[in-house]
């Protein structure tokens, strides 16, 4: 192959590779426009997609209260459950040394 050839050929490969980059933006841009309609449905998406989020955080923040209430009130009861449970042992400890001093006292 000689000079002229070759000169040729990459003037080709070069005219080619521009046509197809061309083709290429082209096909990008005719299939990424956006209509002026198509706008204004997506600026109301995105507003629709904006409240969603803030009732989504509104959400989370209720459920994260309501969670630290419910854990306060189970805390709550595990105290008074133990208060009783403490008091229904003393009361039967007590119950049972009146058995004894009743019995005792019926054997004299």
């Known amino acids: 192959m ?3 050839e070759f000169i040729i050929v990459t003037a080709i490969i070069l005219f080619v590779a521009f046509g ?6 082209w096909l990008i841009h005719r299939f990424s426009r956006v209509a002026s ?4 449905e997506i600026d109301r998406l995105a507003q629709s997609l ?3 989020e803030e009732t989504r955080d509104q959400a989370i923040t209720y459920l994260q209260q309501r969670e630290a ?3 306060n009130q189970l805390h709550q009861a595990e105290a008074e459950l133990r ?11 007590e119950a ?7 019995e ?3 054997q004299r």
Do not use: C, K, V
């Open 2 to 4: 000689n000079r002229t």
């Open 83 to 93: 208060a009783a449970m403490d008091g229904l042992r003393d009361a039967r400890h």
């Open 20 to 25: 197809l980059g061309w083709f290429a933006h």
């Open 69 to 71: 209430e419910m854990s």
């Open 104 to 106: 005792q006292m019926n």
């Open 96 to 102: 049972e040394e009146l058995r004894a001093y009743i």
């Open 37 to 40: 309609g198509d706008m204004s």
């Open 50 to 52: 904006h409240e969603a």
